[in-house]
Nanobody
Framework: QGQLLESGGGLVQPGGSLSLSCVAS????????LAWFRQAPGKEREFVAG????????YYADSVKGRFNISRDSAGKSFFLQMNNLKSEDTAVYFC?????????????????WGQGTQVTVSS
């Protein structure tokens, strides 16, 4: 069993930065793949970024490549999403997720553990 708890969302102006955190409780996840997804109002939940915890391999959606960075700690307890040069279209509820196995997948159905979501609003 495991639970994920996100923090770090908020309101930021276009061009600004935010950092999201996700803390895993109940077990460590050093053999899993982790990811961030987001869901804007009226839209499907979409993949943002993923990372293999063991190898550190990363993968990003084209819409955030070069602006967002996903990272994790070595203890298998926390992972992060640094978001820079934010745009209004980045406004969404952001979710952290973990899946069994270390391969990164972009389909939400591949992920077993989910956080509750944190709101990110980019607006002037």
């Amino acid at each position: 069993q495991g639970q994920l708890l996100e923090s770090g969302g908020g309101l930021v102006q276009p061009g600004g930065s935010l950092s999201l955190s996700c803390v895993a409780s109940g077990r460590t996840f050093t053999t899993n793949a982790l990811a961030w997804f987001r869901q804007a109002p009226g839209k499907e939940r979409e993949f943002v970024a993923g990372c293999s915890w063991n190898s550190g391999t990363k993968y990003y959606a084209d819409s955030v490549k070069g602006r967002f960075n996903i990272s994790r700690d070595s203890a298998g307890k926390s992972f992060f999403l640094q978001m820079n040069n934010l745009k209004s279209e980045d406004t969404a509820v952001y979710f952290c997720a973990l899946k069994v196995g270390g391969s990164i997948r972009t389909e939400r159905e591949a992920y077993t553990y989910w956080g509750q979501g944190t709101q990110v609003t980019v607006s002037s």
